[in-house]
């Protein structure tokens, strides 16, 4: 059995028997306003604090700004962690418009994936680098669903995904990635990522009798015995926090 890595996520470690199996890639699948985003910041915020496991936070959507504005609501100062060495911001949607500039000059390349590839390529090796600056145990990628306005065509975005997920497991850190259900307007068996990482963890949001629920379910989660249960979660100014042993729709 491998040491487990703490979420930093209140009842979520119970869920997936314990937290997540070191050098792991878990993916969290979620709809836009889930709170992907908070939950992987949470991972990494608490995982500096608690555990002195330092981070780095990949964003295909958002800036360095508008994320350190946004997560300094729960108290999480990342600008105040990032100067002292604790962690990384690597803005990977100006790495995706590079690769969207390139195109428009080597329209030859790009019949080739060699236009795109190098972006991705670029984006790991950035990754390894900042990894080995903040001396990181913890990566989170958000989101492999703005790839798809980057690599349009489903192939390349295939091996661009493939690239980044493999990556993290020969990195030897602990990694969240994120996706969107549906993004591609496919059905739920039809999200691939899901056959490259260790675990999946579902986020959602029920509507019930006019009120909504968040719910949160582990889906997979190899070598662990986990809780497969709809439970819920809440998001308030605090972060995120999972109660395992609820029932939904607040019965009691
Ligand atoms: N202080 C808060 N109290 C309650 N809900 C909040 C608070 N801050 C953010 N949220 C909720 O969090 C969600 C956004 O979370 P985020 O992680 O950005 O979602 P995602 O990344 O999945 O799109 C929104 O639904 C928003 O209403
Ligand atoms: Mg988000």
Redesign the pocket.
Known sequence: MSKKIATGVNGLDELIGGGIPEGRVILII?G????????CSQFLYNGIHEKQENGVFVSLDESKDHFYSEMK?FGWDFRKEEANKKFAFIDATRISRVAMLKEKIYKEETRSLRGKRLSVDNLIENLQSQIVHVNAKRVVVDTLAALIYRFPDPVERRTAIVDLIESLADLGVTSLVTTELGYLGLERNAVEEEFLVHGVIMMQTLFSGGTTTRAIQVEKMREAKVNPSLVPYS???SGIEIFPNMPLFGEQ
Do not use: A, S, Y
């Open positions: 979620g836009p306003g889930t709170g992907k985003t908070i939950l609501k998001i308030d100014q």
